[in-house]
């Protein structure tokens, strides 16, 4: 009898044995897992429900304060001058997502489906913009075509200060993000779809509609979401060149700083509000489509050479290649230049920001420091508190609120957000009053405002994993936490390296979740370009965002070397499963 128990003893744990016993071998850390959904969570209301609920209730006040309902939204509606921007704002809105979304549909097709040579070249240079701060276009189109600009003659007389200027500058910062959508649409096609339709003797064109077309529809539905709320609720641009064509972010912007209206611009951004969450659950729904629409039999599609086709394609790509290199280009030479357009002696001096900025460098400094602590405490924060949504799946309710909360921040407008801000942390009996203006404010605003993007990537990253890497780790009798540190984090660490540069550069770049909650001491760069345009200093304008856009492209290249040393080192164990 003590030989057979203790045989038992001795045998491993079987794979099924150890998932019966797989909720009393955690009951002793549930408590730290229950503890990080809560403290997620909480995070999330103060830093999202919060700022929204008290921006509402601003909504229906006056500026006294007093309870007036739907007053302020009938004014709002009432006046034509306000009521025009809802209109400005949808139809820039539709008109950059048709043009975005049909240039880089043949720009990613181009890179996918066909064997045009420096594929590689050509989709660093399509993607180079999320780099740079909406800002930095509109600079750029001022020296281009501005009423002293180099080429705006060929304008014919429109200038480019309105709608003209928006659409084309929103266009190019707004490139990248329906780029990627569309290339990962038409690089996961099924060849056999397209051997089918070689076999039964079908022309390209025909194909190209009945195959290609239908194969990438989420992803182009994906992409027009993209690049429309992104249109609708970028604040730069417009401010910049769009002179005197009203739209909702620049409506908001002089509420509140020109007339200091809180309760109207309060309506103004719900009004914004609306259409991005709108589109936020449509492109939810398309995603989940685009992922039910992969197969694991599925074969991947390669491209053969093909002369016409592929010359078309190198034409196409380098047209709009030259396009993107010339706005960014103009901008830097721009802020090279010694007094445009009279002496265009190549000089440094518009970088000598303590002579030609009331901020000096602090604003650079400032940013640099925001992009590093919204990176590390965000990275930190967004992979615990994923490791506990994935782990704590005995507090369900509490992990789907927190879920609900962490892809809700994707739907807030930067602008919505910092208003809201405003009216929550800024009352006297608000205990956290204390953090306004102050870099951690700006800190917490910018980590909940791309909390969602890092928090997918994180959750995909540990469902890669596999299952029985845990029950190991349980049959051994390791602690969850610390399976976590030994297994789990270094498993994941290119993961987490794209969350810490995507926080960083978005840090770095943003200027719409920023613009209402700096001080004197907490200015950062993107609000000096800004401010430093407004008062008619281009130059320095250009050159603060020249080094915004280089200290991004900076992070990034250092992003893909050690990644690549980081998949080599940690990322072997794929191969062998």
């Not at 942390?425 to 404010?441: D, E, K, M, V």
């Not at 910018?446 to 995909?460: K, S």
């Not at 304008?541 to 040393?565: F, H, N, P, S």
Request: hydrophobic share 55%; net charge positive.
């Amino acid at each position: 009898m003590t030989s057979t128990l203790s045989a038992r003893q001795r045998t491993p744990l079987t794979l099924h044995a150890l998932k019966g016993r797989l909720p009393a071998l955690l009951s002793g850390e549930r408590l730290g897992l229950l503890a990080l959904l809560l403290l997620g969570t909480l995070l999330l209301c103060l830093g999202l429900l919060g700022p929204l609920l008290a921006m509402l209730q601003k909504s229906l006040q006056d500026a006294e304060g007093v309870w007036v309902g739907v007053a302020n939204f009938r004014h709002y509606l009432a006046e034509p001058a306000l009521n025009r921007a809802i209109g400005n704002t949808l139809w820039l809105g539709g008109i950059i997502t048709v043009l975005v979304v049909t240039i880089a549909f043949g720009y990613a097709y181009a890179l996918t489906r066909t064997c045009m040579p420096a594929k590689g070249l050509f989709r660093l240079i399509g993607l180079i913009p999320i780099l740079m701060p909406s800002l930095l276009p509109a600079i750029s189109l001022v020296y281009w075509f501005g009423n002293q600009g180099m080429a705006r003659d060929l304008l014919g007389g429109q200038s480019i200060y309105g709608p003209l200027g928006i659409v084309i500058g929103l266009g190019f910062w707004c490139f990248p993000h329906a780029l990627m959508i569309l290339v990962t649409a038409l690089g996961h096609s099924d060849a056999r779809l397209y051997e089918a339709a070689r076999v039964l003797g079908t022309s390209p064109l025909r194909t190209f509609i009945t195959v290609t077309l239908p194969g990438a529809r989420y992803g182009l539905l994906g992409a027009a979401i993209a690049v429309f709320t992104l249109a609708i609720c970028d604040f730069g641009v417009a401010k910049v060149i769009g002179g005197q064509f009203n739209v909702l972010a620049t409506d908001i912007y002089r509420q509140v700083i020109g007339m200091q209206n809180f309760s109207l611009g309060a309506v103004a951004s719900l009004l914004l509000l609306l259409p991005a969450l709108l589109s936020f659950l449509l492109e939810h729904r398309v995603r989940r489509r685009m992922q039910e629409q992969v197969s694991a039999r599925s074969v991947p599609y390669q491209p053969a050479p093909h002369r016409v086709r592929d010359t078309l394609a190198l034409l196409w790509c380098s047209l709009w290649a030259l396009a993107f290199l010339a706005l960014l280009g103009m901008a830097v030479y721009g802020s090279l230049v010694q007094f445009w357009p009279y002496n265009l002696t190549l000089s440094l001096d518009h970088y000598r920001f303590d002579a030609n900025s009331v901020y000096g460098w602090l604003p650079f400094a400032n940013t640099l420091k925001l992009g590093a602590l919204t990176a590390l405490t965000g990275t930190g924060l967004i992979v615990l508190l994923a490791w506990a949504q994935e782990k704590g799946r005995h507090f369900a309710p509490l992990r789907q609120l927190f879920h609900l909360l962490a892809m809700l921040s994707l739907a807030v407008p930067g602008m919505v957000l910092g208003l809201g801000y405003i009216f929550f942390f800024n009352q006297p009996g608000n205990p956290l009053s204390a953090l306004y203006g102050t870099l951690i404010l700006l800190v917490l605003s910018c980590v909940v405002h791309y909390y969602t993007v890092g928090h997918m990537t994180a959750l995909t990253a540990l469902k890669q994993l596999p299952r029985e890497l845990e029950l190991v780790a349980l049959s051994l009798r390791i602690p969850l936490r610390r399976a976590f540190l030994k297994i789990t984090l270094p498993a994941m660490l290119p993961a987490l390296l794209e969350i810490v540069v995507y926080l960083f550069v978005n840090a770095m770049t943003t200027t719409s979740a920023v613009i209402f909650l700096y001080s004197s001491d907490s200015v950062l760069a993107a609000v000096a370009v800004l401010n430093m345009e407004d008062s008619g200093n281009t130059a320095a304008a250009a050159a603060m965002a020249t080094l915004i856009t280089l200290a991004a492209a900076g992070v990034k290249l250092l992003e893909l070397l050690i990644g690549r040393a980081l998949r080599r080192r940690t990322q072997r164990w794929r191969e062998a499963i």
